[in-house]
């Protein structure tokens, strides 16, 4: 027997693994919340429409990461740059501004 949304079936929750399936269906059995979370697990990956929300809502965190990603590098470039001009100013050697900045040569020389 196996727990489905706290009823008793003969449901099995499909691990891809034959060795651990048992494992598997045990666990779900010794505990009625995770068999309640393994069905509707099974529920909402049989859904096509959940499946599409649930993709969409990936897409847009991994976007969203993406975008916080690129902002902290736009603010780490602004940031060197930054130091660059200044060490230029102070009349630092370009390779010295470069090795110590991260920027490459001609980058630093476009900053003069």
């Known amino acids: ?3 489905e949304c706290g009823r008793i079936t003969n449901k099995r ?3 891809p693994d ?3 399936r048992d494992l598997v269906n045990n666990v779900i059995n010794q505990n009625k919340e995770i068999g309640m979370a393994a069905t509707l697990l099974m529920e909402i990956s049989q859904d096509e429409q959940e499946q599409a ?3 969409s809502r990936r897409i ?3 976007d969203l990461e993406s975008d916080k990603l690129s902002e902290r590098m736009n603010g780490m470039l602004e940031e060197r ?5 200044t060490m230029l100013a102070d009349g630092v050697d370009v390779n010295a501004v470069a090795k110590w900045t991260g ?3 001609d980058e630093v020389l476009r900053l003069k």
């Open 103 to 105: 920027l490459t040569v």
């Open 81 to 85: 740059t930054k130091n660059a001009r």
């Open 13 to 15: 929750f499909p691990a």
């Open 1 to 3: 027997m196996y727990c």
């Open 18 to 20: 034959p060795e651990h």
């Open 53 to 55: 929300r649930f993709r």
């Open 60 to 62: 847009f965190e991994t």
